[in-house]
Structure formats: structure tokens, C-alpha cells
T-cell receptor
């Protein structure tokens, strides 16, 4: 079983749709969970950061962590064409520790 | 807004040559990292650096790789004898006590 699994997509939605992106993981010791956005041939850009379980909201983005199910989600409300990118989940065991990334989900938001 | 910078943006080298990839982390950060991403694959951890020493390294980070923080601002990754399979995007990242890691734009390394 892969340590972090993420559906690579591609996922195509119309502008204004709610987007749901998900990752599952196998190591229950992960404590820190992040979502990054990566445009083609660019560096990952940190979108959301969550410690342990719960929800976190920032503008149109909501991150959820369910440690009991080993499942994390990122929701994007009112999606825009500028949201078109690859979304990477990442997680770590400890503060300052290495990040383990998912494969990334390619999202396309059509005008 | 402060950001991580990396140079060069693209490096082409011959197999067996040494390369040095350079990074300037965000100035008040304490944790420094190198990751790489082979085209079409996951971002992979290489090494982390804290308090002037390596804190963790992956299996990829063998004796051909080394890191250095030669002064208060730069953080470098050296590959002593490059192989074809070292061709990838190399990302530097830095973090603070809150554990968020911020990535640079990457250096695309092409080994011929």
C-alpha cells in the first residue's frame, strides 16, 4: 500500500463549481497535513496547513482532516479558471519533518 | 512577501560532472530542505537541514550528494558525479517553527 494516495485525475469542472480533492494515507502517525498548488514547471505553493484533525477555512478553500479514516480533503468553492493547476497533498510525522507527497490531482476549471 | 529563490533556473550538464544548485531561503527560517521531482512523478524528499547539520535524509541522498549552508543566507545542494537519472526538478524549501514549508521555483537539472 502506498504511503499517500491521490487520484491523479485529470478533473475538469465548469467555472463556479465546488471542487473536492482527496487523499488517503496509510501511516496513522502523520500529524501535519498540507495542500499545495503547483502550476506547470513551477514550485509547489502552500495553500493550506492543518495540524491533526479538524477543518480549516481560508477564503474559498476549506481543508478537512479525518485521522480516524486516514483521509484528507480540500474543497474549493466558486472555482475559477485561475484555479487550474495540480493540487498536491502532503503530510509529515513531526514538526520540521520531511513531507510525503501524493501524486497530485490535475484540475482544470473551464470558463 | 518573502520567498525562497533558486539559481540557476535550468542547468544542463554532462554525465559525471559536478553540479551545485543554489537556494536562498526565507531569511528568518530555521529548517531547510531539498526535494526533487522527476517529470511526471511525485515530489520526493532528499534531505533536511537544521542547526547547521543534516537532520534527515532519504535513500536517494547517497554519497554523491551533499548540502552546505556556507553563509547566513545560502543553502546549496551538490551532486558530485551526475547520472542520467539525476535529471529532475530540484526544489529547495524552508520552514519556520510552525512547520509550514515554503518552496522555491525549482532548478531544472538536465544530465546528458
Amino acid at each position: 500500500q502506498k504511503e499517500v494516495e491521490q487520484d491523479p485525475g485529470p478533473l475538469s469542472v465548469p467555472e463556479g463549481a465546488i471542487v473536492s480533492l482527496n487523499c488517503t494515507y496509510s501511516n496513522s502517525a502523520f500529524q501535519y497535513f498540507m495542500w499545495y498548488r503547483q502550476y506547470s514547471r513551477k514550485g509547489p505553493e502552500l495553500l493550506m496547513y492543518t495540524y491533526s484533525s479538524g477543518n480549516k477555512e481560508d477564503g474559498r478553500f476549506t481543508a478537512q482532516v479525518d485521522k480516524s479514516s486516514k483521509y484528507i480533503s480540500l474543497f474549493i468553492r466558486d472555482s475559477q479558471p485561475s484555479d487550474s493547476a495540480t493540487y498536491l497533498c502532503a503530510m509529515s510525522l513531526n514538526q520540521g519533518g520531511k513531507l510525503i507527497f501524493g501524486q497530485g490531482t490535475e484540475l482544470s476549471v473551464k470558463p | 512577501e518573502p520567498e525562497v529563490t533558486q539559481t540557476p533556473s535550468h542547468q544542463v550538464t554532462q554525465m559525471g560532472q559536478e553540479v551545485i544548485l543554489r537556494c536562498v531561503p526565507i531569511s528568518n527560517h530555521l529548517y531547510f530542505y531539498w526535494y526533487r521531482q522527476i517529470l511526471g512523478q511525485k515530489v520526493e524528499f532528499l534531505v533536511s537541514f537544521y542547526n547547521n547539520e543534516i537532520s534527515e535524509k532519504s535513500e536517494i541522498f547517497d554519497d554523491q550528494f551533499s548540502v552546505e549552508r556556507p553563509d547566513g543566507s545560502n543553502f546549496t545542494l551538490k551532486i558530485r558525479s551526475t547520472k542520467l537519472e539525476d535529471s529532475a526538478m530540484y526544489f529547495c524549501a524552508s520552514g519556520d517553527r510552525d512547520d509550514e514549508q515554503f518552496f522555491g521555483p525549482g532548478t531544472r537539472l538536465t544530465v546528458l
